[in-house]
């Protein structure tokens, strides 16, 4: 056998293409050369391979050796391909059975010892190769997180001479069961923060639980210390818990970038805080190699923006298209990249660009020029606006004992399944046919809804989304139709409209 064909896939996204590996040896001088797109760490595999084969006492064939990653027009980087070129070859060279790589696909970087190395985005393609039935050999150290996919032909190998033995059928791999049970996992973790060391402000944390049932976004208005970022900390606690599937697409994200995720608390909700000095690629994705970015590392999660008039105004602008769809494309010459980003926005400010409330220096014409800084159609999507006032000391020094996450979260989750039970998707995901057919208004509440509309100048976008709100407040209180006190009670959630309205009136 001189030629061989070997599986594997490519990093692009979370999903995965299929890239064979394709090994000829032909007769002439003794040469390595990939084709395919490769970039250079690819190209550097030749190297690795070579060594790897030698350490592992395999004969490395001294002949013309062509390797094509097909298909050709896919960019192809990392070290991920070693292991199915160096199968390849030894197919190729008659070191190995052809059929025994049937159906299977292989990942690995080759240390020049032999060892196998972990890889980066391994969930992904664990998942792709669960989807059409194939055998994924994967190095050792990648087996904790592939695990979390619960497929049971991933076999994990921590040395080329040890695949090779399970392959020609010498010596089995043994399968090994680490999964986290699933009653365990979906419990909140330990380490989450609970709403009641948050002293007072009832009416924020009432606009919190609004937003955790119905995956709206929010904005916090108010001077320091009013406890704006301890109520966004303790977000993901009031949250419903994640499905198994949403939990493995979060982990797919975060194995793109190789960052560690917590197998005790794979299932708890993500949290990411970017600092404003971010980038608009840092918060959204991006690069020559396209990768993902703040907003998708939050998918199914919160993104939490403090001082947000700080934030470059077209970084915010950035946010306005994946906050309505839940994905951002990147698009790139080479190539384009679709990423999940289905987040729930908290957002934070202080009216005053002073960076007090209260203090006077500050004319009405500087607070607006700072709040300017954040565009319109951006505020549009942003569903709960709060101001949460100075508390008073009598409300510090308060021994009343404060509603806890668990307490609010039981709530959150009742209202949650009656909307996904009606619906299958949260509020803030209706679209405008779905508003009509889930989101029935009764004369008396559409006629308020309409003074209100007229009165405050509301958008189109801004008008449903305060239904979706209404829709969210009703399935809290367990009732089926819209009411009066319903609507109120989204309207009294527009505190940055009214703020921008008494400036400019000022």
């Known amino acids: 056998m001189s030629l061989a064909r070997i599986l594997t896939r490519a990093q692009v996204g979370i999903e995965s293409p299929v890239v064979t590996v394709e090994v000829h040896l032909s007769n002439g001088l003794p040469s390595f050369n990939i084709v395919g797109l490769p970039e250079t760490s690819v190209k550097e595999s030749k190297e690795r391979v070579r060594s790897a084969l030698h350490n592992s006492n395999f004969i490395f064939p001294e002949q013309r050796i062509t390797v094509n990653l097909a298909p050709a027009d896919l960019p192809k980087q990392g070290g991920r391909y070693d292991l199915a070129i160096a199968v390849g070859i030894l197919v190729a060279s008659g070191q190995l ?45 990648n087996l904790g997180m592939a695990q979390l996919v619960e497929y049971q032909q991933c076999i994990a190998a921590n040395t080329l001479h040890a ?92 194995s793109l970038t190789g960052k560690q995720l917590s197998l005790e608390n794979w299932r708890s909700r993500p ?118 006032p100075r508390l008073s000391t009598q409300e510090l020094q308060s021994s009343k004992p404060e509603v806890t996450s668990e307490q609010i979260r039981s709530r959150v989750e009742a209202a949650f399944s009656t909307a996904l039970s009606r619906q299958g998707k949260a509020n803030a995901r209706l679209t405008t046919r779905e508003i009509e057919l889930y989101c029935t208004l009764s004369p008396d509440v559409a006629q308020l809804l309409a003074r209100a509309t007229e009165k405050l100048n509301l958008s189109p ?23 009066v006190p319903d609507l109120k009670e989204a309207l009294s959630y527009r505190a940055f409209e009214r703020l921008l309205g008494q400036l400019t009136y000022s």
């Open 461 to 483: 976008r801004s008008y449903h989304r305060i239904i979706k709100v209404a829709r969210t407040i009703a399935d809290l209180s367990h009732r089926t139709e819209i009411t």
């Open 97 to 141: 059975n052809e059929q025994a790589t049937q159906g299977c696909e292989f990942y690995g970087e080759l240390a020049l010892n032999g060892e196998i190395r972990a890889v980066t985005a391994i969930i992904p393609v664990v998942m792709a190769a669960k989807r059409e039935h194939h055998t994924c050999y994967i190095p050792e150290e």
């Open 271 to 388: 949290f990411r805080a970017p600092h404003h000095t971010c980038s608009a690629v840092a918060l959204v994705g991006g690069s020559s190699n396209p990768r993902p970015g703040e907003i998708s590392l939050a998918h199914n999660g919160v993104l939490f923006l403090d001082e947000l008039p700080e934030y470059e105004r077209k970084v915010l602008d950035s946010l306005r298209e994946p906050m309505e769809t839940g994905q951002v494309t990147i698009s790139r010459a080479a190539q384009q990249v679709d990423f999940p980003a289905c987040f729930q926005l908290i957002a934070a400010l202080n009216p005053s660009p002073t960076g007090c409330h209260t203090d006077k220096r500050a004319s009405p014409e500087q607070v607006l020029r700072y709040l300017s800084k954040i565009s319109g159609p951006f505020v549009d999507r942003i569903d709960l606006q709060i101001e949460l």
């Open 163 to 254: 695949l090779w033995l399970d392959l020609s059928g010498q010596s089995s791999l043994p399968f090994k069961e680490e999964r986290i049970p699933i009653s365990s996992a979906n419990t909140l973790s330990s380490t989450q923060m609970d709403m009641s060391d948050v002293k007072g402000q009832p009416m924020a944390k009432r606009a919190l639980e609004i937003a955790a049932a119905g995956g709206h976004n929010i904005l916090f208005l108010g001077p320091p210390g009013t406890g704006k970022s301890m109520l966004a900390q303790r977000m993901p606690g009031i949250m419903p818990n994640m499905s198994i599937e949403q939990a493995l697409q979060t982990a797919a994200v975060y």
